[in-house]
């Protein structure tokens, strides 16, 4: 087998499917076997945000066009919303952050952005695509990433920012030092949002164990992949039905509801 470049999408999968809010059938297709499935709105909304940012970043999009960009853009989305509901708050809250860009990047400096960078933890290998490398005006240097969800709650927020971390270490590899801070930015907030965090040496640390440890579960995971629709009907369960990769092709999804119909797994 080749070596593994872990990222952070891997080592999450299998996190969130360990914690009980994901799938190890779903990590074993993606990543042991090589089976991407499909998209999904809300990936298609987060690329967008990402792609748009990034060429307003660079010139090669100017705030005159960004409203004919945009429309442009979700027409071309190959997903629908799941719930029609969801739309106007959903684009809504695009188009204002768009109106908003300049103002909301004012203090920053953008000296990267979306680079892929190759580092290590100990032996371990590592990719990633950091949102953005900058200088801010007050926060002085930082590392940046953008996110089309809600603000995370503050369970979800000390996990995720493990990812910020991990890019701290190309960050220091390049520039001999690592940020003054961690940011957040969240898109579809009305207005503050930004979340700002101190760099701490130990929570590098932290984050360097945790991938130390999932790496080590990963590796030496013996028990069958479970699908997580054996407990979970994968027609009402939102992770199933909306954002799985393999939620059109999963033999499993329907295995907790037809459970006299199938072997277990
Ligand atoms: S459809 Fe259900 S069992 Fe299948 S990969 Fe997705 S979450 Fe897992």
Not at 79 to 100: G, H, I, T, W
Not at 113 to 137: C, S, Y
Not at 175 to 180: A, M, Q, R
Request: charged content about 30%.
């Amino acid at each position: 087998m080749s070596e593994i470049i872990w990222s952070w999408s891997r080592l999450n999968t299998y996190h969130s499917a360990l914690e009980g809010d994901g799938c190890f059938h779903l990590f074993n297709q993606q990543y042991n076997i090589g089976n991407r499935g499909e998209n999904n709105y809300f990936a298609e909304y987060g690329t967008l945000v990402h792609e748009m940012t990034e060429r307003l970043h660079n010139g090669s999009l100017i705030a005159w066009d960004i409203e004919d960009e945009l429309k442009r853009g979700l027409k071309n989305f190959h997903y629908k919303v799941p719930f029609q509901k969801m739309r106007a708050s959903y684009e809504n809250s695009l188009f204002k952050f768009f109106d908003e860009f300049e103002d909301v990047f004012k203090d920053y400096t953008i000296t990267q952005a979306e680079e892929l960078k190759n580092f290590e933890v100990d032996k371990i290998k590592l990719k990633g695509f950091p949102d953005m490398f900058a200088q801010h005006r007050e926060y002085g240097k930082v590392i940046g990433d953008y996110k089309t969800s809600r603000v995370y709650d503050t369970k979800k927020m000390k996990h995720n920012i493990m990812q910020l971390y991990l890019y701290s270490i190309p960050y220091y590899n390049e520039f001999g030092v690592y940020p003054d801070n961690l940011v957040y930015i969240f898109p579809r907030e009305k207005e503050n949002r930004e979340r700002v965090f101190k760099f701490e040496i130990e929570e590098l640390e932290r984050t360097k164990q945790w991938v130390r440890d999932t790496v080590c579960k990963v590796l030496n995971h013996k028990d069958t992949w479970t699908p997580r629709c054996k407990t979970v009907d994968g027609k009402k369960d939102f992770f199933a039905s909306q954002l799985c990769n393999l939620r059109n092709q999963c033999a499993f999804r329907y295995s907790c509801v037809h459970r006299n119909e199938f072997t277990p797994y």
